[in-house]
């Protein structure tokens, strides 16, 4: 068989289009498996913390305050998983720029939607905890403890 240049670069095209797939796959299902145990970290926290939400809003917190708060920590909690993802690949990338002579950085366009994707996460995820945390009344609250 005759290889030309042209299906070769194909060929080539066609594997790195499969990686390509194969890393959207595993990140798609890492942001998803993240964003699960954010939820329950933060469905914990609300369990946990009822009483000190009871307490806030029996002395004039609003509803709005509260889920504010919720909402904050998820997003917080997954902008800091963000930031040492891209700490680890940026780590990563210098280490094998390093051993192989490949620079491998990212753009500043690739870091900001690392970090824009990071913080919808944190919303998604911490919206149900955030309003079960805003839905309780304070009697209701302060009685479970």
Do not use: N, W
């Not at 824009?116 to 079960?132: F, K, T």
């Amino acid at each position: 068989t005759k290889i030309t240049l042209a299906s070769y670069l194909k060929t080539v095209d066609r594997i790195l289009g499969g990686i390509t797939a194969m890393g959207v796959v595993a990140a798609s299902t890492a942001l998803l498996v993240g964003g699960i145990g954010v939820a329950g970290i933060m469905s914990t926290a609300v369990v946990e913390r009822i009483r000190e939400i009871g307490v806030r809003m029996a002395i004039g917190a609003k509803r709005r305050h509260i889920l504010f708060q919720f909402l904050a920590e998820a997003v917080l909690i997954c902008l800091a998983g963000g930031m040492a993802g891209l700490l680890f690949g940026l780590l990563l990338g210098g280490t094998l720029d390093l051993l192989t002579g490949f620079p491998l950085m990212p753009t500043l366009s690739g870091v900001l939607t690392g970090l824009i994707v990071s913080v919808l996460v944190g919303l998604a995820s911490g919206y149900y905890p955030a309003r079960r945390a805003a839905d309780f009344l304070p009697v209701e609250a302060l009685r479970r403890e």
